[in-house]
C-alpha cells in the first residue's frame, strides 16, 4: 500500500533540497563523532520532511549510534526501591491515566506490583493512524517477500542489516510475520513515528528515570502486532529467554478493544503480581523450555488466581521482564488483535542477542 502523502511531495525542487541538506549536516555531525547528535537532527528534521530516505537512514545511525556510545552504568541496586503509591492493588494491577504517568507511578508499580496500566494513553486518532499505519507495515513486508525492491517498499518496509555484523540467520523475520508481528526497526517510517510518540507522551523521561540510563530499544522485541486468532498462548517472563541481570521497560499498547469475559479478540492472560525471580520452566506440559506449565503458572498465582484484564483501544500496559503472563486465545475469538510491543533496555546491560537501537 502506498504511502499517505502527508506533507509536500518527495519530488518538489525545494523539498528534495531541504532532504538533502538535513542529510548533508546529519553526515557532517557523524563525521565529528557525534551519532547520538546526528540522529537528533534527523528526527527533527524529519517532522517537516517526512522523509523515507531521512527515515532509512535514522534506523541505520540507531543502530551504529549504540555500538559508538562509551555508556555509563546506571543505578547502583537494582531493582529499584520505591515507595509504593498504590497500596489498595492488592489483588488487581494498579491504574493510571496518563497525566499520571511519570517516573514514579511507573516505578512504584513495577516494582511493586509488577506491572502498571495506563487508561486511554493513545487518543482514538492516534489508534486509527498506528493501525492503518501497521497494515501498511505487514503489506509492504509481504511484497518485499515477494521480491519488491527497498524502493517500492520504502518508507514502511526496509530490511535493517544490523552495522555489528549481528548474523541474519539469528533475525527470524518470517517466524514473527507467521506469528502476527513486523520489527519496527524494519519500518523506517513507524520506527520514527514510534519514537515521536513516545516522546510526546513523555514515556522517553518517565523510562529513563526508572532505568537511571537513556533508555535503548530492541530490534526484536520492538515489534508492531497483528495478532491471528489462532495465534498461540504460552506462558512465559521475557527475562527466560532474553539474558540475565536484565534492566528493562516493556511498553504494550493495545489498538483494538480486548479481554475481559466476553473478548473478541486475543488479550493478555496474567499474574497480576510482581515477580523477584524467574519462576520454574520447561516443566508440566511447557512446550520449551523457557515456557512456564500450566500448573507452575497456577501454584504461583496463588490466591490472586489468573486475570484477563479488559483493554480499551489505547489503553497501554508497562512491565519488565520478570512479569509473567501469555497471549489468550479462545476458540470463539473472531477479531485479529493490533497492538505495539517495544521493550527499552539500559544500554550499560543490554542483552547480546537482542540488537540494540540508540532511542
Not at 55 to 61: A, D, I
Not at 147 to 173: C, H, I, M, Q
Not at 293 to 309: C, F, K, N, T, W
Request: proline share 8%; net charge negative; hydrophobic share 40%.
Amino acid at each position: 500500500m502506498p504511502s499517505p502523502a502527508l506533507h509536500a511531495s518527495p519530488t518538489d525542487p525545494e523539498v528534495a533540497a531541504q532532504v538533502r541538506a538535513a542529510l548533508a549536516r546529519a553526515a557532517a555531525t557523524v563525521d565529528r563523532g557525534d551519532l547520538l547528535g546526528a540522529v537528533d537532527e534527523l528526527q527533527a528534521a524529519n517532522r517537516e520532511l517526512h522523509d523515507p530516505e531521512i527515515e532509512t537512514r535514522l534506523v541505520q545511525l540507531r543502530d551504529r549510534a549504540f555500538e559508538r556510545q562509551a555508556w555509563p552504568v546506571g543505578r547502583s541496586q537494582w531493582p529499584p526501591a520505591w515507595p509504593d503509591r498504590f497500596p489498595e492493588a492488592t489483588t488487581s494491577l494498579p491504574e493510571i491515566t496518563p497525566d499520571q504517568l511519570d517516573v514514579d507511578t511507573l516505578g512504584s508499580g513495577i516494582v511493586n506490583h509488577g506491572a502498571l496500566v495506563v487508561r486511554g494513553l493513545l487518543d482514538p486518532e492516534a489508534v486509527g493512524r498506528m493501525v492503518a499505519d501497521i497494515d501498511r507495515a505487514f503489506d509492504a513486508y509481504d511484497q518485499s517477500s515477494a521480491g519488491a525492491s527497498p524502493d517500492e517498499t520504502a518508507p514502511w518496509f526496509v530490511r535493517l542489516v544490523p552495522s555489528n555484523g549481528y548474523p541474519d540467520e539469528k533475525l527470524p523475520r518470517s517466524y514473527v510475520r507467521g506469528s502476527g508481528g513486523v520489527w519496527a526497526a524494519d519500518s523506517p517510517r513507524m520506527l520514527y513515528e514510534l519514537v515521536e510518540l513516545f516522546d510526546r507522551l513523555g514515556l522517553r523521561d518517565s523510562i529513563a528515570g526508572y532505568l537511571g540510563e537513556r533508555p535503548a530499544l530492541s530490534v526484536k522485541k520492538c515489534t508492531l502486532r497483528r495478532v491471528p486468532v489462532d495465534s498461540g498462548s504460552v506462558w512465559h517472563q521475557d527475562g527466560a529467554f532474553m539474558g540475565d541481570d536484565l534492566r528493562t521497560v516493556n511498553v504494550w499498547i493495545a489498538l483494538t478493544d480486548c479481554g475481559g469475559p466476553d473478548s473478541d479478540a486475543p488479550a493478555l492472560d496474567l499474574v497480576p503480581r510482581r515477580f523477584d525471580h524467574l519462576v520454574e520452566t520447561g516443566t508440566h506440559g511447557a512446550l520449551f523450555d523457557t515456557f512456564v506449565g500450566q500448573a507452575v503458572v497456577e501454584r504461583e498465582a496463588g490466591s490472586l488466581g489468573i486475570v484477563r484484564p479488559r483493554f480499551s483501544a489505547g489503553d497501554a500496559l508497562l512491565f519488565d521482564d520478570l512479569f509473567l503472563h501469555a497471549t489468550a486465545v479462545t476458540p470463539t475469538m473472531t477479531t485479529e488483535r493490533y497492538a505495539i510491543e517495544a521493550w527499552f533496555f539500559a544500554p550499560s546491560s543490554f542483552p547480546p542477542d537482542q540488537v540494540p537501537l540508540v532511542f
